[in-house]
């Protein structure tokens, strides 16, 4: 793994081995030495042929794309145009993000030359020579460098200036050991973020922002202390309190039954994720209060929408964000993430907030102001 990388060995015999999940490794032991060659072999070349084909030929896109309408339910079919957009801002990103990068984003966001430096850019793309007519040749060429990237930090103290992602993502990620939150370019448009009312900003990339800032203390970042390093860092009584008020949470969302896949949301594996939901809704609402107040604004009101308060405003912002359409196939295929279902996501993290209730006038003993004790961890 490590023969063709600068710098880098591993020697079994002295380095030590971070396992985080010793069990699931030793099922899979078991489950190789039970499984037949043949099968094994199947097995890893049809991953092989899963990831490879979008790069081949007509016919093995083709067959990639009935795969996955028959797995989701919803037609893949894509133009040439868009699926050469998509490779390039997926596999390139800093490069097209360089040309998107223009005066008026500059403009909205307020940053400087520095965002533009060719120079840096081209050390970033470094070895990467592609060749034409050589579609194939060049994806691998890109996977490997990335590949060798990842390996070469083996034994590096965490690089707080490198990069996670790049700018043309339309995401948002907390990096447990950097202690990081990372805010792509990307996502600072709309629906998230546009220059007007601050209301429909906060709801918007607001929860975001705190979605991701809360993720520092979910199930799992809590594990992780200030500097990115896990160690037991809470007493006792703080993480006894922390598992009582998470209960909640995992009984709350548990019971979320789907009635078109007659499944539920699995509690635990997506506590980590509500946990952040729940979190960045409630700060982002405080802190919208708190821009008023320091500013001693008083927003205008929605041309259109003149009979909405700001703050109803705020979270008619938050559920569009998760609007969706769903088939049978892709919402049961969901319910494997640790992302609970979009509409349940907003279901849960709203009846959990007073605020709402208070905004909409929800009747006490409704659906979205429950009688039943509301989950809440801060």
């Known amino acids: 793994m490590f023969e063709n990388v600068p710098n880098v060995t591993l020697d079994l015999t002295k380095d030590k081995?971070?396992?985080?999940?010793?069990?699931?490794?030793?099922?899979?032991?078991?489950?190789?030495?039970e499984t037949p060659a043949d099968t094994l072999?199947?097995?890893?070349?049809?991953?092989?042929?899963?990831l490879l084909a979008p790069y081949t030929t007509s016919e093995m896109r083709q067959l990639k794309r009935r795969y996955l309408e028959i797995a989701s339910g919803t037609s893949a079919a894509?133009?040439?145009?868009?699926?050469?957009?998509?490779?390039?801002?997926?596999?390139?990103?800093?490069?097209?993000?360089?040309?998107?990068?223009?005066?008026?984003?500059?403009?909205?966001?307020?940053?400087?030359?520095?965002?533009?430096?060719?120079?840096?850019?081209?050390e970033y793309y470094d070895g990467l020579n592609l060749t034409k007519d050589a579609f194939l040749d060049d994806m691998l060429l890109?996977?490997?460098?990335?590949?060798?990237?990842?390996?070469?930090?083996?034994?590096?103290v965490n690089d707080e200036d490198g990069w996670a992602t790049d700018p043309t993502d339309v995401?948002?990620?907390?990096?447990?050991?950097?202690?990081?939150?990372?805010?792509?370019?990307?996502?600072?448009?709309?629906p998230f973020y546009d220059l007007g009312l601050e209301a429909l900003n906060y709801g918007a990339i607001g929860s975001i922002l705190g979605h991701e800032l809360t993720h520092g203390f979910d199930s799992y970042g809590r594990l992780f202390d200030r500097d990115g390093n896990m160690r037991p860092w809470w007493s006792n009584g703080t993480v006894a309190e922390y598992e009582n008020r998470t209960a909640c949470f995992v009984k709350q969302y548990g019971d979320y039954f789907l009635p078109e896949v007659e499944m539920n949301v699995d509690g635990e594996l997506t506590l980590g994720e509500n946990i952040a939901d729940n979190g960045g809704l409630h700060e982002s609402v405080r802190a919208y209060r708190r821009y008023l107040a320091r500013h001693r604004l008083t927003e205008p009101l929605l041309p259109g929408m003149a009979n909405y308060t700001h703050e109803q405003l705020l979270f008619l912002s938050y559920v569009h964000v998760w609007c969706e359409s769903w088939t049978?196939?892709?919402?049961?295929?969901?319910?494997?993430?640790?992302?609970?279902?979009n509409r349940v996501r907003t279901w849960g993290t709203l009846s959990n907030s007073e605020d709402f209730a208070r905004a909409w006038g929800c009747g006490r003993g409704t659906g979205m102001n429950p009688d039943r004790r509301r989950c809440r961890l801060w």
């Open 142 to 156: 890109y996977q490997q460098l990335i590949t060798t990237s990842v390996l070469s930090q083996l034994r590096r």
């Open 41 to 50: 072999q199947l097995s890893l070349w049809w991953e092989l042929a899963d």
């Open 78 to 122: 894509k133009t040439r145009e868009s699926v050469c957009t998509e490779t390039v801002n997926g596999l390139m990103g800093m490069a097209a993000s360089y040309h998107l990068a223009d005066a008026a984003y500059l403009r909205t966001t307020g940053e400087k030359e520095w965002l533009l430096r060719p120079k840096d850019l081209n």
């Open 328 to 341: 049978d196939e892709s919402l049961r295929w969901s319910l494997e993430d640790e992302h609970a279902p």
């Open 17 to 33: 081995i971070m396992v985080e999940d010793d069990e699931y490794l030793r099922k899979l032991s078991q489950l190789l030495a």
């Open 171 to 190: 995401n948002a990620f907390h990096t447990f050991q950097s202690n990081a939150v990372t805010i792509p370019a990307g996502i600072l448009q709309f």
